[in-house]
């Protein structure tokens, strides 16, 4: 087995080496002036097993198209020097929101970016928590894998919650099937009965409308839970509607803490206790002095290791994510 981190990746990948033993591979990455880059292996590929890991989040200084571009090179040049099997291990898949068409000649970028992933060899494409499970699945014709963070998150629910009623909350009816698989963990690993609960929201042209609320949170610990936190105004209207209906506490909870220009205001707001997210994207783009003070991080390394493990040994991913027969 091979195993390579790319870019601000590597972050991630040392902590799923330290988590499950499987050694980080060298690797060279160079930018020239004019915007090109040059990645390679520094170890031999031929006939290896290999897992490359890199997260599409854009940043300032690398954008989701050159993180993806970076990648697809790379995985090119595996496959150029004789692997002979190609994982991409992908925590954010940068178009993932855009899986269908919402106005008059809309792209399908989904799609398009699954056909990428083929076009240069790639044999898997794992992921976590994407945005719409069905449409990744349905638009990768290699193998795609999804690995989701209900596990990870539901111990540090319950110690936020402190015996406290929870509800777990979507703030959407798009994310209400998220909110549902969380909620039946929750129970599963507490033995309690879990409250659920969800908002409207309507966006068109970037206008966010939308009023009808479901759910008693009255006293209760809520958790609004998502696929990823942008700038947080989802977040923070939900937060704000379940304040004014007596919730207690409430946390905002998603896997991929995008973070982007204007998430201050939701990570300061006082209708939010907590945000908490994993590492799929680290390094946040928020000073560190605000993710001490509001944000709390669990790692996704341990998740990613073992099903690096069991891709690579043929064991099962369903019994990993305790998925029922």
């Known amino acids: 087995m091979r195993f390579f981190a790319l870019g601000e990746t590597k972050i991630l990948g040392q902590a799923v080496s330290h988590a499950s033993g499987i050694s980080l591979d060298l690797h060279e990455e160079r930018d020239f002036a004019g915007g090109e880059h040059k990645s390679r292996p520094l170890v031999s590929v031929r006939g290896s097993d290999v897992y490359v890991l890199h997260s599409l989040a854009g940043r300032d200084r690398c954008s989701a198209n050159d993180k993806l571009c970076k990648l697809l090179f790379f995985i090119a040049a595996c ?173 905002a909870i998603a896997t991929h803490g995008l973070f982007d220009p204007g998430v201050e205001a939701m990570l300061a707001d006082p209708a939010i206790d907590g945000t908490i997210v994993t590492d799929s994207v680290a390094p946040f783009s928020v000073p560190q002095e605000t993710l001490n003070a509001s944000v709390e991080v669990v790692s996704v390394a341990p998740l990613i290791g073992e099903a690096i493990k069991r891709l690579h040994s043929g064991g099962s991913i369903s019994e990993l994510l305790r998925v029922e027969d």
Do not use: W
């Open 79 to 251: 496959r150029e020097n004789g692997a002979a099997r190609i994982t991409a291990v992908v925590p954010y898949l940068a178009y993932s929101r855009k899986d269908r068409q919402t106005k008059a000649r809309d792209p399908v970028t989904t799609r398009y970016v699954a056909q990428l992933f083929e076009a240069v060899g790639t044999d898997t494409v794992v992921t976590l928590d994407v945005h719409n499970i069905a449409a990744f699945q349905n638009a990768f014709r290699c193998r795609s894998v999804h690995l989701d963070s209900r596990q990870l998150f539901a111990g540090v629910m319950m110690q936020k919650a402190a015996g406290r009623p929870v509800v777990v909350f979507s703030p959407d009816g798009g994310g209400i099937k998220r909110a549902q698989l969380l909620r039946e963990t929750l129970e599963s690993v507490s033995g309690t009965a879990i409250g659920f609960g969800f908002a409207e929201k309507r966006r068109s042209r970037g206008v966010v409308s939308g009023s009808l609320f479901a759910g008693d949170v009255d006293n209760s610990a809520v958790f609004i839970v998502d696929d990823m936190i942008s700038t947080g105004g989802t977040m923070t209207r939900s937060a704000q509607a379940c304040r004014e209906r007596g919730a207690a506490v409430v946390y």
